[in-house]
């Protein structure tokens, strides 16, 4: 092997750069704040909207639609997460028990959706299908988490 080849393979090792993921060159803190930004803003005021003025069994083709939203936002989210914990060591919502509850709360939402949209029910009291106590209960929890990140947020901004 010549001698740059053995030397760049244990400069690779020594650094751990062989195991470095390539990210996409869009990626950039600037770009994930501003993820974070609009999913914590309009992204949650709709999506509050449609669970708590919009949200109807007989419409599948907005729960189909909020179900995409919120997978694509996971997406997305999580794309950031793994280039900031690769190129800074941070995560996407402050730290990695936060990220971790936000992820669980956009993905738990997003498969109780999910069931409504394929007929499992949800009988009240009373004996009818009712998913919306279920479904205002998951988008609760995630409101909350996503409160609590938004008030670290403007709280690093006041001391900066």
């Not at 914590?40 to 919009?54: A, F, P, Q």
């Not at 999910?114 to 009373?126: A, M, N, T, W």
Request: hydrophobic content about 35%.
């Amino acid at each position: 092997m010549p001698l740059t080849t053995v030397m760049m393979a244990g400069l690779m090792a020594l650094c751990g750069i062989a195991e470095a993921k390539e990210h996409p060159s869009y990626l950039s803190q600037s770009y994930c704040d501003s993820v974070v930004e609009q999913f914590v803003e309009s992204g949650m005021r709709s999506l509050g909207k449609y669970i708590n003025d919009n949200f109807s069994l007989e419409y599948k083709g907005g729960i189909r639609n909020t179900v995409n939203f919120l997978n694509q936002r996971s997406e997305w989210l999580s794309e950031c997460n793994d280039f900031l914990r690769d190129t800074s060591s941070s995560y996407v919502f402050y730290n990695e028990e936060n990220t971790k509850d936000i992820f669980d709360a956009i993905n738990a939402l997003a498969k109780e959706l999910q069931l409504v949209r394929e007929g499992v029910e949800y009988p009240d009291e009373s004996g009818n299908n009712n998913p919306h106590p279920f479904i205002k209960g998951r988008f609760d929890t995630l409101a909350k988490l996503m409160d609590q990140h938004h008030t670290r947020i403007l709280m690093k901004k006041q001391f900066q």
